[in-house]
């Protein structure tokens, strides 16, 4: 007996964690539904707060007309030794022992307001309250507010809906055991409790019944064949009760007194005589609380199954969301550097290829460069009257002797500062590029997600990074067109020079070489000769732009995007590396939950199996 004590204890352990968490029957969470626990159900006027008072031994509960139970309340009773005090706790006001048990009611009352108001409106937020005596036993019961066919003046219409949708929401729970309260002078087998309980457990396993007020039937008449089980058959003993009186309530009759007086009516009572030995509130206690035990033992595997779970399952999603970050210095260095850490490798596996993005630099060179270059006039610039008018000017008053090198000069400049805009679109284009990746890989980094300080940090610091990898990758592609300006491939000319003379070796009457240096054809050569170097510098650049480009821009980004900022956190005073490390408030708050749903689980795993295989 005392291992199943100590089970029911821990029990009530594991609801009082689970309220505070708001892991209650109310909101249906995982953890209760699997604790066995026992719903009072019955209408308005049923008895039910008595046959409650008489469990406890005490008058303590709201009394009056209308709903006077507007919140579920968590009735947990833990048996003491003889001699001891009896107090109670209330689990919103955990230091405050109460000893006075009218104080408890206006504990009760004043609690229920402060949720509801002072109206007749109700909760599913349950009051949670212990008490501690020896004239107890080891129990947890939930009152719920009584089943109401109408609603009274200041209620809503639907209140008769919403109190029957609490109660179903604790009752239809497969471990939860109903305490169904009929009073015995009505039609038991069409009460609100017997009908909703009938709903929702057909087989009647999960069912005790209670008829009240036995002492007030007409005469002539009994419960027997409700209590003998004839009428209505549960598989469950029916448990006969006989309430204080009203006059007993109003002359404040010690609830130890009214046990021995109903003790005494059912060991006199001609009709219930025979049943005197499990009839009575301290009887229902004592059945119910074996009842519970038993029910316990039973569900002892299912229920460390389900906290194993659970427990896996947070851990999963703290490993997710992130631990709890140290205090010192150090470790908050090391944080940001192993976060850092995680962007870059999300970066650069958009850009090798891992994660998508970094085929959108390739179609910057296979692409956007060739059609830009395909693009530059170079037709209007070359054409035969730009070609006799550059060339015409380009040697003053002197006319050229042999060929217009400088008018070939000063084309072929002309056309290769063509080449700049193409070359700087192609640093702009895949700058673009960069950015949109190092947002992309801000977003899709997890570890980033619960410090947007942090991440807004990196990213402006990536963003600088691509800046100056953009200015160094511009210097270095005009460096490359320029070039091709300042040095012409003489070779190439020499060619073009040399070609004529063997296409007509033996031609004697040949004009002199610039006998028609003034004809269209002459300029038209020219043109040509000039558009066929120009198409070589540009599948030169077009083959060493996306190299520089490369080399100076995405070579640096893999390398060395965060190297400025890593040099910059590691200057940063502590104050300043815990800024940067500031979560998002929700996120620190389903941490801190989450943190206190693992410490529960892990210590209601713990206790049980501490006293549950004794």
Not at 196 to 217: N, Q, S, W, Y
Not at 468 to 484: A, C, G, I, Q, W
Request: proline fraction near 5%.
């Amino acid at each position: 007996m005392a291992t199943m004590k100590s089970l029911i204890g821990l029990i009530n352990k594991i609801q009082r964690a689970c309220t505070v968490l708001g892991d209650h029957g109310g909101e249906g969470m995982s953890l209760w539904e699997a604790l066995p626990t026992v719903a009072v159900v019955g209408g308005q006027s049923s008895g039910k707060s008595s046959v409650l008072e008489s469990v406890v031994g005490r008058d303590f509960l709201p009394r009056g007309s209308g709903i006077v139970t507007r919140r579920p309340l968590v009735l947990q009773l833990h048996k003491t030794d003889e001699g001891t005090t009896e107090y109670a706790e209330f689990l919103h006001a955990p230091r405050k022992k109460f000893t006075d048990f009218a104080a408890v009611r206006k504990e009760i009352e004043d609690e229920t307001d402060r949720i509801t108001g002072k109206s007749k409106q109700i909760s599913n937020k349950p009051i949670q309250l212990s008490i501690y005596s020896p004239n107890v036993v080891n129990l947890t019961l939930i009152d719920l507010p009584g089943l109401t066919k109408v609603a009274v003046e200041g209620q809503p219409d639907s209140i008769v809906q919403d109190i029957e949708n609490m109660v179903r929401s604790y009752v239809e729970k497969p471990n939860c055991i109903i305490l169904a309260i009929s009073p015995a002078n009505q039609d038991i087998a069409t009460s609100d409790a017997i009908k909703l309980a009938r709903e929702v457990d057909p087989t009647g396993e999960r069912t005790f019944g209670v008829a009240t007020k036995l002492d007030i039937m007409d005469k002539g008449t009994d419960c027997l064949d409700v209590l003998e089980g004839r009428s209505y058959r549960l598989q469950h003993p029916w448990v006969g009760i006989v309430n204080r009186s009203q006059a007993d309530i109003n002359k404040r009759v010690d609830m130890i007194a009214a046990r021995r007086k109903e003790r005494e009516y059912f060991e006199t009572s001609p009709e219930y005589g025979h049943l005197a030995s499990r009839m009575g509130s301290e009887y229902l206690a004592k059945l119910l609380s074996q009842h519970l035990e038993t029910v316990i033992r039973q569900k002892i595997p299912s229920i460390v199954a389900l906290i194993n779970k659970s427990i896996d399952e947070i851990n999963a999603e703290l490993d997710r969301i992130g631990r709890p970050i140290a205090v010192d210095s150090g470790a908050q260095l090391y944080t940001i550097l192993e976060l850092c850490r995680a962007f870059d490798r999300v970066f650069k596996e958009h850009l090798d290829g891992g994660r998508p993005g970094g085929d959108r630099i390739y179609g910057v060179f296979d692409h956007q460069l060739p059609a830009a270059l395909k693009k530059l006039p170079f037709d209007r610039h070359l054409s035969t009257r730009n070609v006799q008018k550059v060339v015409s000017e380009a040697d003053g008053y002197q006319p050229h002797l042999i060929a217009p090198e400088q008018g070939y000069r000063r084309l072929i400049d002309g056309s290769i500062s063509y080449f700049r805009g193409p070359a700087e679109a192609t640093v702009d284009a895949v700058h673009f590029v960069l950015k949109e990746l190092v947002r992309k890989s801000i977003s899709e980094t997890e570890e980033l997600k619960r410090f947007p300080t942090l991440a807004s940090d990196i990213a402006a610091a990536a963003n600088e990074a691509l800046e100056r990898f953009r200015d160094e990758s511009r210097k270095t592609v005009l460096r490359l067109v320029d070039m091709e300006s300042s040095y012409l491939t003489v070779e190439f000319f020499r060619k073009l020079h040399l070609e004529p003379e063997k296409e007509k070796p033996n031609q004697r009457n040949a004009p002199p070489p610039n006998a028609d240096i003034h004809s269209d054809n002459h300029f038209r050569k020219i043109g040509s000769n000039v558009s066929a170097y120009i198409n070589m510098v540009c599948d030169t650049l077009r083959i060493s732009l996306p190299k520089a480009v490369v080399y100076c821009q995405v070579r640096e980004a893999k390398r060395s995007l965060l190297n400025f900022f890593y040099a910059q956190v590691g200057r940063k005073e502590k104050e300043k590396l815990g800024g940067m490390l500031d979560e998002d408030p929700q996120l620190m708050e389903r941490r801190g939950t989450l943190a206190k749903r693992l410490e529960l689980y892990k210590q209601a795993r713990d206790d049980i199996d501490a006293v549950a295989w004794k």
